[in-house]
C-alpha cells in the first residue's frame, strides 16, 4: 500500500483540542432523545399571490397565514373551533387551492411505507366557513390534488381515482379497476415510493380539463412475506406486499388521459417497453402537453416525451444518455414556463442546468464549471432566470443563486455553510435555512431580488445555549488522500482534554452509498459527540463514489458496489492506526443500512485493521435489494454476475475479522431482516462468533425513544467492552 498523505486544517492533531466552555457533561439519553437536534420552521405553504404563505399552528387547530415581508400573522385562514358542521379537536395537514376558496385537511394519518399514508380528509369551503368530510363514502383517502382552477380534486380509494366537483357538491369514480396486490392507479408501488421518490403521479392539465394518471400492473412482480411481531397476537401476523428483488419482474406502467367534460379514458402512446420507467407525469403550461418521463430498465437512457391527453399522440421531445446511469432524483426539477424547460444533465461531467425551447431544442447551458448544481428552484419567467442551490464553492457546502437566460450570475445566501431554500409564488422570496459545523439551524426570510435577509423565523438559541453550556469537542474538517491520490473529505472529534502523547481507540462511522454525503459544512450533533466525552476519537470520511464532486468520482462504484468504497475506508483506518495518539489496535468501523454494508465489507478486506465493528440493518447481497437502486449501480444479476459475487458481504463472511455487532429490525419493509438472518447463517457455517441485537416489529428507522436509547446504549457498551479503553469511563445508564 502507498503511504498516504495526511491534510490537517487548523493544525488538527498538533494542538490539544480545545472543548467547548461549558461544564455540563453530553449525557446519551439526551442524544437520543433529540434535545441536541435544532427546532425547524417545517410545513411552510406558499400562497398563490406570492406575498404570503401559510403554516399549520403547533396544536393543529388552526391555518395561519404570515406575510412575507415582515413575518407576521395577518389571518386565520381555517380554525376548528369556529368552523360549521364539522367538529375536529385538530388537523395533521392541509392542502390550499391556488384560488384560495378551498382547503382540504385531514386527520388521522396512518403511514404505508416510508411516504405514502391514507388519511381521513375533510372539504373546507372557506367562503362559507363550512367542513365537512371530502367523500360521502367512509374510509381513509390518498393523494388529494387539486385541478388547477381550484374546482376539483381528485383522490385515491382503494387504488382506484375518484373526482369530487364542489360545484355540484357530486363525485365520481374514474378508474374501477383498483385491486390491492394488482392495480394501482395514480399511487405509486413500493419501489417507485422509496427509489424515485413519490406517491403521487396524477397531474392536471392547466385549463382543469384533463387529469392524466400512471397505471400500475404489479401483478407479476412478486410477494414478500414479512411476520409482524405485535407483542399481543398469540399467532403474529404476516405483511404481505410486492418487492422487486434485483433482476425480478417489476410492475408494468402505462400513462392514461380521462377527460372531465366527456369522461374517456385513453392510453397514451408512450414508447417504452413492458418493464420500463415512468418516475415523474408533469402538464407543462400548454393543457395539450403533457410531459411523461420515462427511464429504461437499466437507467441510463431518459426519454421525455410531450403527449397530447386528447390524441394519446406522443412526440419526444428530450433524450439524455449516460455511460453510468441518469440521476433520476433530478427529474424532479424539470420545470417549465411558457416559453422555456430547463432540465439538469451530467453531460460534461458535473450536473449543470441546461435551457430548451418548448419544442425540445437547446438554448443554452446556464451553468458551467467543476462543480454540481445540487438542487434547481424554477424558472422566473418574469425575471429570465432560474433559481438553484449549488455546491460550486466546494463540496462541504451549498449556496443558493440565481442565474439569468443570459448568463448573468447572482449568488443569494450569504453565510458559509449548508443553504437550503424554499420559494414562495412568484419567486420574489424565499425560506433560508442554513447551518454550519458549528451552527445550529437559522432559518431566515430572504428578498430573491438580492439575497437580502428581512427576518429571522427561527435561530435556535435556546440550543445554541445548551451547547454553551455544555463540555465537548466541536468537530473539525480534514482531508486525506487515498492510494489514488484522490483527496477524500473528513471530519474528526477529538476526545475531552486531548493529549497527543496518550493513545486512544478510534470508531470510524460512515455511509459510503453512491451519491451520498456525510461530510457537510452543516450541524449535526449526534453519538459522535458522546463518544468523544468518554474518551474516543470519531472520525467519518467520504470515500469515492459519494456526492457532490463531479460524475467520475460520484459514479465510481459501477458495476462494482463494494469495491473503492471499501478501499478508502481501509485506508483511513490504517492511516490513522499509524498516528503516535491512537491505539492501533483498538480501531473501529460502524454504519446504518448501506453503512452497515460497507461496515461488512470493510471488516472482511481490511486485514484486521478493524478490531471491532457495528453494522446497523446492512444489505449483505444485492440480490437481496430491490431493482431500482440495485440495478442502478449494478445492473440485474444476469448482466453482471461477477461483480455481484465480488460486492456480497455473504461471501466474504469467512474473511470477516474483528468483533462484530449486528444489528436489525424484524420489520424491516426497506432492507429485510433476510438480509441479516441469511448473514448471520454464513458466519455460523464460517465458524465465526458474533453479537447480534434484533428490535421486534421496528422498521428501518428503528424509531422510538426507548428504542433509540437502548440501541445506542448497546453499541456504547459493545464499544466500551470489545475496545477495552482503560481511559473510558464507567459508565451507568
Known sequence: MKYIILTILSCLFLQISTAQNGNLPINLKDITDGKFFPQEVKGIQPMPDGEHYSMLSKDGTKILQYAYKTGKETGVLFDVNTVRETKLDAIEGYIISSTGHRIIVWTNKEYIYRRSWEADLYDYDVRRNFLKPLSDTPGKLMIPTFSPDGRMCAFVRDNDIWLKKFDYDTESQITKDGEFGKILNGITDWVYE??????????????????????????????????????????????????????????????YSYSVDTKDIKRMNIPIAAEDYIPRIKFTTNPEQLAVM????????????????????????????NKYYIESDFLKYISFSNDNFVYLSEKDGYMHIYLYSPAGILQKQLTSGQWDVTACYGIDPT?????????????????????GFKGNKTKLSQKQGTNTAEFGSGFKYFINSYSSIATPTVTTIDESSKGKELLVLEDNQALKDMLANSKFVPKEFFTVKNTEGTELNGWIVKPLSFSASNKYPVVMYQYSGPGSQTVLDRFNFNWEHYLSSIGYVVVCVDGRGTGARGQEFGKSLYLNLGTYETEDQITVANYMASQPYVDKNKIAIWGWSYGGYNTLMAMSKGNGIFKAGIAVAPVTDWKFYDTIYTERYMRTPNENYIGYANASAIRLADKLQGNL????????????????????????????????????????????SKT???????????????????ALKDIKF
Open 194 to 255: 422509496e427509489e424515485f421518490y413519490t406517491t403521487n403521479l396524477m397531474s392536471w392539465s392547466p385549463d382543469s380539463k384533463m387529469l392524466a394518471f400512471v397505471k400500475f400492473d404489479e401483478s407479476q412482480v412478486p410477494v414478500f412475506l414479512m411476520q409482524i411481531f405485535d407483542n399481543v397476537s398469540l399467532y403474529p401476523d404476516v405483511a404481505a406486499f410486492k418487492y422487486p428483488k434485483a433482476g425480478q419482474k417489476n410492475s408494468i406502467v402505462a400513462c
Open 708 to 726: 433509540r436509547f437502548h440501541l445506542y446504549t448497546r453499541m456504547t457498551n459493545f464499544l466500551n467492552e470489545e475496545l477495552k479503553n482503560d
Open 383 to 403: 425575471a429570465q432566470c432560474v433559481y438553484y442551490q449549488s455546491a460550486e464553492e466546494s463540496p462541504l457546502s451549498r449556496a443558493i443563486y440565481k442565474v
Open 661 to 704: 455487532l449486528l444489528i436489525h429490525g424484524t420489520s424491516d419493509d426497506n432492507v429485510h431482516f433476510q438480509n441479516t438472518m441469511y448473514y448471520s447463517d454464513a458466519l455460523v457455517n464460517a465458524g465465526k462468533q458474533f453479537d447480534m441485537q434484533i428490535y421486534s416489529g421496528k422498521n428501518h428507522s428503528l424509531l422510538g
Open 294 to 321: 420515462t427511464l429504461n430498465r437499466t437507467q441510463n437512457i431518459f426519454s421525455m416525451y410531450y403527449a397530447n391527453p386528447k390524441s394519446t399522440v406522443a412526440k419526444l421531445i428530450l433524450k439524455d444518455e
